[in-house]
């Protein structure tokens, strides 16, 4: 892990920028590879099995974060928009909710989450508001939230998250410019076979 | 559990051999309990033996050295100092002899701007929330498979990100074959498993 453990380090070309590369053995690499260890197989299955056993804490853990993310939309709401805090605490919050929503294995929260995220990003980021389109996504994510319609899969309801994700498409992706380098970056990277 | 998150099946991330956590200490820097209650069940099951937590940026770097973690999982928007810079701060070090530790970054801020700072702080691996058994153990099994030289430069230090054209082992890597990505045909808005792996796979 530390210098010590270094095999080396490769000294910069005479007029090239200095560029120290180390070639670390680190004390995770080495420990994890011992024998002794557990298959892939065994690890997912007995972490899953901890998943499943805390499963019932999730409609407190939803609900608790339910709440939470009401207040704040009502927040933005009172205040005509977002400010820097709101945005901030709308965006965590609602990724809280989604996220639960996954690990749990309840798609369809997962997906209108992801959506009410991936708006509060585009408005925020984009320097604009919509009430209506918030207060469209929240009512969503209640219904979802609830018991009844909690374990229905994302399928079964194509419809609204379709309509949830036109909603979102009004308003302009802030990271298209990004995406679109990263993109070329990698395409010009590709080895021909 | 939905395994939604980067549950592969087959690719670079899977795993055949077996792994022995026993012993290694991992940190959990989030401040959001629930995250941290699940990642310890999920190290647990794996058979890691010692999980630390940190609420915060500022007690993750306090800890690191003094309990000698040897993995930190850690959120961006970590309180007091954010992920980011917790990593810099950590590979900048040169006292510090933690500074070398594998750092995965826990995330549900998948954008490609936090994906490429993620990267560029020093990260191994960034893994997208919601949390997955299957996610979370493969891309620990890629750190121990395909360790990266540490690369230090007057405005980088982390594991190398420059690219190579061999592919990864096992015939999967970065060839014509293996579908650039082109992010802006993807409907998806934000960078999925996938993609971030490409972003930090050994170049």
């Known amino acids: 892990m530390s210098d010590e453990n270094s095999d080396g380090a490769d000294a910069p070309k005479p007029g090239a920028p200095e560029v120290k590369i180390m070639h670390v053995q680190t004390r995770f690499t080495t420990m994890a590879n011992r024998k002794g260890g557990m298959s892939r197989e065994e690890a997912v299955e007995r972490a899953e099995t901890f998943v499943e056993n805390i499963a019932e804490k999730y409609p407190d853990w939803v609900d608790k974060d339910m709440r939470s993310l009401v207040e704040i939309i009502a927040r933005i709401k009172a205040e005509g928009g977002f400010t820097k805090e709101t945005y901030d605490l709308a965006y965590r919050g609602a990724c809280r909710v989604r996220d639960l929503g996954g690990t749990f294995g309840y798609e369809l929260t997962t997906k209108v989450g992801d959506s009410l995220c991936e708006l509060i990003f585009r408005l925020a980021e984009g320097k604009m508001h919509s009430q209506e389109a918030l207060d469209t996504h929240m009512n969503a994510l209640k219904l979802v939230c609830t018991p009844e319609f909690r374990g229905t899969p994302a399928a079964a309801l194509k419809d609204l998250t379709d309509s949830l994700a036109k909603l979102v498409n009004n308003y302009p992706d802030p990271d298209a410019a990004l995406k679109r380098a990263e993109a070329e970056k990698r395409a010009s990277l590709v080895k021909p076979e | 559990m939905s395994g939604q998150s980067g549950e592969k099946e087959n690719g670079p991330t899977m795993?055949?051999?077996?792994?022995?956590?026993?012993?290694?200490?991992?940190?959990?820097?989030?401040?959001?309990?629930?995250?941290?209650?699940?990642?310890?069940?999920?190290?647990?099951?794996?058979?890691?033996?010692?999980?630390?937590?940190?609420?915060?940026?500022?007690?993750?770097?306090?800890?690191?050295?003094?309990?000698?973690?040897?993995?930190?999982?850690?959120?961006?928007?970590?309180?007091?100092?954010?992920?980011?810079?917790?990593?810099?701060?950590?590979?900048?070090?040169?006292?510090?002899?933690?500074?070398?530790?594998?750092?995965?970054?826990?995330?549900?801020?998948?954008?490609?701007?936090?994906?490429?700072?993620?990267?560029?702080?020093?990260?191994?691996?960034?893994?997208?929330?919601?949390?997955?058994?299957?996610?979370?153990?493969?891309?620990?099994?890629?750190?121990?498979?395909?360790?990266?030289?540490?690369?230090?430069?007057?405005?980088?230090?982390?594991?190398?990100?420059?690219?190579?054209?061999?592919?990864?082992?096992?015939?999967?890597?970065?060839?014509?074959?293996?579908?650039?990505?082109?992010?802006?045909?993807?409907?998806?808005?934000?960078?999925?498993?996938?993609?971030?792996?490409k972003m930090f796979e050994k170049r």
């Not at chain 2, 930190?72 to 002899?97: H, M, T, V, W, Y």
């Not at chain 2, 997208?128 to 498979?145: F, Q």
């Not at chain 2, 405005?155 to 990100?161: A, C, K, S, T």
């Open chain 2, 15 to 197: 795993s055949s051999k077996s792994l022995n956590f026993k012993g290694l200490n991992f940190m959990i820097a989030d401040a959001n309990e629930k995250i941290r209650g699940i990642m310890h069940g999920l190290l647990r099951g794996f058979g890691a033996t010692n999980v630390i937590d940190a609420v915060d940026g500022e007690a993750a770097l306090r800890d690191i050295p003094v309990r000698n973690v040897d993995v930190l999982f850690c959120d961006l928007n970590l309180p007091k100092i954010d992920g980011f810079s917790l990593i810099k701060q950590l590979r900048a070090d040169e006292s510090n002899a933690a500074r070398f530790i594998p750092v995965l970054i826990l995330t549900s801020h998948t954008q490609q701007r936090n994906i490429e700072k993620s990267r560029d702080s020093g990260a191994n691996i960034v893994i997208a929330k919601p949390l997955s058994a299957k996610a979370v153990y493969d891309r620990l099994a890629w750190i121990t498979e395909e360790p990266r030289a540490f690369v230090q430069t007057a405005g980088y230090i982390g594991p190398d990100r420059r690219f190579k054209t061999e592919g990864l082992p096992n015939g999967v890597g970065r060839r014509a074959a293996d579908a650039a990505i082109d992010l802006e045909d993807e409907p998806e808005k934000v960078v999925s498993d996938d993609e971030m792996e």
